[in-house]
């Protein structure tokens, strides 16, 4: 399958084996994306016609650029270079067209249309490279385990961990937190861990946080402070 | 299978879902790859975006989605072992990971013996709800998100070199292009009013967050959601296949009355309430 190279100042950015209409431009919606103030929402398309890869310009305000010649509309060959402000893309025809390009070490494999799928070779170095550019979100430190700490009532244990991804607190076996009494639920309320840290979901009880009452979803903070069924519990990590 | 056999979901918290779906070919595509599975009475849903092209990609959605109904399913042998990393999950969330790990086998042996089939995937994501604990499994840039009280949670990460901009289409992992895959889970709490939501990237890479979020909050029917949602997707030029899968969380009946009894006797019964 014939694949576009996407390249700013010499440096390619990204690549895209072409699917039956690829769609080029600034907003998000198009096949290949151009972050380009110089390039139009929709700017331009290129579309399967028999065996040609046809390129139309989408009436774009800058002009679509085929080897430095203004196009309305062009057949691509192999080896063009279409220019959208200051990226252009290199026109592969030849690519993929025998099973050795298709074996190439690289073994980046698309769809007809946008995804593409990397190995995990070239996962490790594309995160490496990010990573250096500081692009990994805040997650929580998977070491940092959760734990609720007794201040108040009668409970077995000084301090629950919260290492478990779900922990219930209630009357239930299987809860964590056991709690006593006639009334009190199976599941008051049920503690789950994601990457970003911990949620408290009030189930069947009347529980408070920090004095209000516990309703919905709440994100737990170190030092928020919990009160259900006659115990009082504060939220903190564990080194 | 009834969802009490779960073990380790304690009992006494059923919810009841009320669901919509909608899947769509999109603008610019010529094939539907996409597939939804809903098997509502085992609380499991799934959408599956696949990827390879005529007929492959079809052919590697299908199969996951079938395949993890299946192994989900299917009576757990006694003894099957954990994994050391396993051992903090609810035993329905390790066997969600097992049967999404399973497909990824299935997918990757056929893509092996089928020339035609070679280089094809999937991505999925899954939520199987037990009680009111649901376990969501991704693999790939299919998203799940929970709306709750006018708030849209995204609940996975994409398996993408960037969450958006310029590198969003540039999957890192998907069912059936290599031996193993890492799948990631977690594991949340649901609420009466809650919605889920599954969709594939062609709803995501479509239509902002913020619009889903207002549709749910406009409309709040689960399948008048999905077609709204796909039809936002196809009018911003639809340059995917879309699939949208909403889960409405509704109370237990038991809920339901302790709701009504609570308003009752705090005297704030209001007759929109006493209407629905």
Not at chain 2, 65 to 75: D, F, G, Q, W, Y
Not at chain 2, 82 to 95: H, I, K, M, V
Not at chain 2, 133 to 155: E, F, K, M, P, Q
Request: hydrophobic share 40%; glycine share 10%; with cysteine.
């Amino acid at each position: 399958m014939p694949r576009l190279i996407l390249r700013l100042d010499d440096r390619e950015v990204n690549r895209w084996s072409l699917g039956p209409v690829v769609t080029i431009g600034r907003l998000p919606d198009n096949t290949i994306v151009i972050d380009s103030s110089a390039a139009s929402g929709h700017h331009a398309c290129a579309a399967l016609e028999g065996h040609d890869f046809v390129l139309e310009d989408l009436a774009s305000t800058n002009g679509t650029f085929v080897n430095d010649t203004r196009v309305n509309r062009h057949t691509l060959r192999n080896g063009d270079v279409i220019r959208i402000g200051d990226h252009t893309l290199e026109f592969d025809a030849k690519h993929g067209g025998d099973v050795d390009a298709r074996q190439a070490a690289e073994r980046i494999v698309s769809n007809p249309g946008d995804t593409v799928f990397l190995d995990a070779d070239k996962h490790q170095a594309l995160l490496a490279m990010l990573q250096e550019a500081g692009a990994d979100g805040q997650a929580l430190d998977s070491n940092k385990v959760g734990v609720l700490r007794v201040l108040k009532g009668p409970a077995d244990r000084p301090e629950y961990h919260l290492q478990a991804h779900t922990s219930f607190i209630g009357k239930a076996d299987t809860s964590l937190v056991r709690l006593k009494g006639w009334f009190t639920p199976r599941i008051a309320i049920v503690i789950t861990r994601s990457d970003q840290g911990y949620t408290a979901t009030r189930m069947r009880s009347t529980a408070k946080i920090n004095g209000e009452p516990l309703t919905g979803h709440c994100d737990l903070k170190e030092g928020d402070v919990l009160r259900v069924g006659g115990l009082t519990l504060e939220f903190g990590f564990s080194r | 299978m009834s969802r009490g056999d779960l073990p380790g979901t304690p009992e006494g918290f059923y919810l009841r879902f009320q669901v919509g779906a909608r899947t769509d070919t999109g603008r610019v595509r010529t094939l539907n790859e996409d597939v939804f599975l809903l098997r509502p009475e085992q609380g499991l849903f799934l959408v599956c975006d696949g990827m390879g092209g005529c007929p492959a990609g079809e052919v590697a959605s299908e199969m996951a989605a079938l395949s993890i109904l299946e192994h989900v399913s299917r009576r757990e042998r006694p003894g099957t072992a954990a994994s050391a990393e396993d051992g903090d999950y609810l035993p329905q969330s390790r066997r969600l990971r097992r049967a999404v790990e399973q497909s990824n086998q299935y997918i990757f042996e056929r893509a092996q013996a089928e020339p035609d089939r070679a280089g094809m995937g999937s991505t999925v994501v899954g939520a199987w709800i037990s009680g009111a604990i649901v376990s969501v499994a991704h693999v790939g840039d299919s998203r799940a998100y929970l709306w709750h009280r006018n708030r849209l949670a995204r609940l996975t990460r994409d398996h993408s070199l960037t969450e958006d901009g310029a590198h969003k289409n540039v999957l890192l992992r998907a069912l059936g292009r290599e031996a193993k895959v890492a799948v990631d889970v977690r594991e949340l709490a649901v609420q009466p009013d809650d919605y889920l939501l599954l969709c594939s990237d062609g709803l995501t890479n479509a239509v902002p967050e913020a619009t889903v979020s207002n549709a749910i909050a406009r409309l709040r029917d689960p399948q008048r959601i999905c077609d709204e949602l796909v039809d936002l997707a196809n009018r911003h030029g639809g340059p995917d296949n879309i699939t949208v899968v909403v889960v409405a969380v509704i109370g237990s009946m038991w809920h339901s009355l302790s709701d009504w009894t609570r308003r009752l006797s705090g005297g704030h019964i209001a007759a929109a309430d006493s209407a629905s």
